[in-house]
């Protein structure tokens, strides 16, 4: 197939480019409005979980959803006409079912401290569209310079406000760093391919994104890892086929020879890669949560996009540039840095071995004292409403009920007195600070407020959740409001921890088989990829847990790391590492197939590939690591995450740690079972070159 297509873009190079060049302004066209369209609701809560059961069957009892989901500050004591006037604004628009205003001279949580200032709350209508509400009463309230606007649904706007603004920021400082280091690395008229890869990778994957979003509605979190993603791979997918290209041409092959080959050992190895990455980050859509579903989704389109763009587009405009495509490094391999580096590694691969996956696993250790939190307005900065808001409630408002807890009780309306039993069991149970009396809402359901103590992820709030779930009840009860979310959220994850891994292992185990037809080598990369994710998520328990560099990142310290994160980080590095294992090991395989001995083929696949998987890692550090000047903490910790933990997987894992456990295991690297191995034969076509390619002997003097 990869001969086939070679062909057709060595006869027809034009021709393809067009096509290409067209097909850029249909993907803008289709993909450039999927920012607008993807907006999936509750995006880090489980659909099946007790707590959202608990708000659907009171939102179809009353109409309304559970708690206020917009709060007003307003600086003014509860009698001025300011919060009058603030309190009609709010009951005149169409997706606010209620308002609550505190009565002048009464206690109330809604008044702070000292009675100066007051928040009026407004509860939204069950079938309104959150976003669209809070923008609207954002829009409202823009002159108003007394008010500031915060609750769940503003903060749910602003986050997502926030991140448009923060992908835009990053795009503009991507692409120029991009651009400088793309033509540092690829010299010349070959920068542009990169860039053009990703454009077309990027818009690709928003495009079949818009379509996915018609029929599963997504994140528009995905984006982000879209654009980030997207043109890493498309960087790196175009540097390893213009290398192989490069290569072919100086060791005296012609151009439609040099595309064959090229086509042949980087096409097919560009095929692997996307196909692990795309596997990596699938393993994210087991869970229930719908910000994991879209990056799992997200990932895996723009792996297989960018793919299809490097090799659909990328050969053609290889051969429209034909040599002027420029030469490799003069030098003979063996002379080379990597190789002697390969080499003096070899000497000593126990040792070597032994430093470099201690080094990973000290990095690893913080994990071990990590904690969870979630995704609120203390994720904005300390400039937006919303977190003004947050923090207000909880310094001036000591009487407000900071975790409500709503529960549902399906039960007809003459229950009244057992549920009044029910209530004061409720209040003797540790953890929870108020309940409230039962009130009848409608389609035999009862409705009981109750309170938590200490912060919605806490310990003291968590036991009041499983405390009252655990205590009996005649009737169907559903626990919900945030701590109680929080609570599904964890249990979501925790109980679709093992079917993603076992997913990624075994998609991982496949692919590399099928790739090498080893079976030890496959398993060398799973311990590899497992240290890798730890010692990167360990440097984000160091740094935002810890509260360390909060000056320069500029965030503010959260209470532990968002879960969610952790698990896209994890995800994301470990297709990472994988992919610029496939880049190494393709290239052993070549040159050991071709009859080198094991550790010549290891010292001759590093230097050849060295500086590419070192360059092509920079690349998407700075593709990704971009996320790390967003505003928000979590998408913060997704870009220093990820950028560190594909530089350390170049540098540490590719540049010390492959080459030292491939010397010591020698031959046995390439071990597989009698059966395993005839399946794999029957299975597989090893690459093919041109009969016009110039000897191994003449091509070794060219180098990567």
């Known amino acids: 197939m990869l001969s086939r297509l070679a062909d057709i873009h060595a006869r027809q190079p034009r021709r393809i480019a067009l096509l290409g060049l067209l097909m ?200 982000n890892l879209v654009i980030g993603l997207g043109l890493g791979l498309a960087v790196d997918y175009s540097l390893f086929m213009v290398a192989r290209f490069r290569e072919e041409l100086g060791g005296g092959a012609e151009v439609p020879d040099a595309l064959r080959t090229t086509m042949a050992t980087a096409g097919r190895t560009v095929i692997f890669s996307a196909l692990t990455v795309a596997a990596a980050t699938a393993s994210l859509t087991v869970f229930p949560l719908r910000f994991l579903q879209s990056m799992g989704i997200g990932g895996a389109v723009v792996a297989i996009v960018a793919a299809v763009v490097a090799l659909t587009v990328t050969p053609s405009l290889m051969v429209l540039l034909g040599r002027r495509i420029g030469s490799p490094r003069a030098g003979r391999d063996g002379a080379g840095g990597w190789y002697r580096l390969a080499r003096a590694i070899m000497r000593r691969p126990g040792a070597v071995a032994a430093g470099a996956a201690a080094v990973l696993l000290i990095a690893a250790v913080p994990d071990l004292r990590a904690h969870w939190s979630g995704v609120d307005a203390s994720v904005l900065p300390s400039s937006r409403s919303a977190r003004v808001v947050s923090d207000a409630l909880a310094r001036e408002f000591p009487r407000a009920d900071p975790n409500p807890l709503e529960l549902a009780v399906s039960a007809p309306p003459s229950a009244g007195g057992e549920l009044a039993d029910y209530a004061r069991a409720i209040s003797h149970q540790a953890g929870v600070t108020r309940v409230s009396a039962p009130v009848y809402v409608g389609a035999s359901t009862w409705r009981i407020g109750a309170s938590a103590a200490g912060p919605a992820i806490g310990v003291r709030a968590q036991r009041a959740v499983k405390e009252i779930r655990t205590l009996p009840s005649r009737y169907p009860v559903a626990v919900g409001g945030e701590p109680a979310l929080f609570g599904d959220q964890q249990a979501a994850i925790a109980g679709g921890l093992p079917l993603a891994i076992g997913l990624l292992a075994l998609s991982t185990l496949a692919i590399l088989w099928l790739m090498t037809g080893s079976v030890i080598l496959p398993l060398k990369a799973l311990l590899m990829n497992a240290i890798t994710v730890g010692a990167a998520t360990g440097l984000l328990v160091v740094v935002f847990q810890d509260g360390r560099l909060t000056g320069p990142l500029a965030y503010t310290r959260p209470a532990g790391i968002e879960s969610t994160d952790f698990l896209v980080l994890a995800a994301l590095v470990f297709a990472l590492s994988t992919d610029y294992g496939v880049f190494l090991l393709t290239r052993i395989k070549e040159l050991r197939d071709q009859g080198m001995d094991d550790r010549e083929a290891v010292a001759l696949g590093l230097q050849r590939t060295g500086r590419l998987v070192t360059a092509a890692a920079l690349l998407l550090a700075v593709a990704i690591g971009a996320f790390a000047t967003s505003k928000i903490v979590f998408l913060k910790e997704i870009g220093l995450g990820t950028a560190a933990g594909v530089l350390l997987d170049a540098f540490v894992v590719r540049a010390l740690l492959v080459p030292a456990l491939m010397g010591l295991l020698g031959r046995w690297n390439w071990w597989a079972p009698a059966p395993l191995r005839r399946l794999h034969a029957r299975l597989t076509t090893h690459p093919r070159t041109s009969p016009q390619s110039p000897p191994r002997s003449a091509r070794r003097s060219a180098c990567a």
Request: proline fraction near 6%; glycine fraction near 8%; avoid cysteine.
């Open 24 to 223: 850029l302004m249909l993907l803008a066209a289709v993909g450039e409005p999927a920012a607008s369209v993807l907006k999936a609701r509750n995006d880090f809560e489980d659909p099946g979980s007790q707590a959202a059961a608990a708000r659907t069957q009171i939102e179809r009892a009353t109409g309304a959803e559970p708690a206020a989901g917009v709060l007003a500050l307003v600086q003014a004591p509860p009698s001025s006409p300011a919060v009058r006037s603030a309190a009609r604004l709010l009951a005149a628009d169409r997706g606010v079912a209620s308002v609550a205003v505190p009565s002048p001279g009464s206690p109330s949580p809604l008044i702070a401290q000292g009675g100066r200032s007051t928040m009026v709350a407004a509860t939204l209508r069950a079938a309104a569209d959150s976003n669209e509400a809070a923008k609207r009463i954002t829009a409202a309230f823009a002159a108003r310079r007394d008010v500031l606007l915060g609750g769940r649904a503003v903060s749910g706007y602003q986050v997502g406000q926030q991140a448009t603004a923060d992908l835009g920021v990053a795009e503009l400082l991507a692409f120029p760093l991009l651009a400088l280091l793309a033509f540092l690395v690829f010299g010349g008229a070959a920068a542009l391919l990169p860039l053009a890869g990703g454009i077309l990778s990027v818009l690709g994957a928003f495009a079949v994104l818009r379509l996915i979003n018609a029929a599963l509605p997504l994140s528009s979190f995905a984006l």
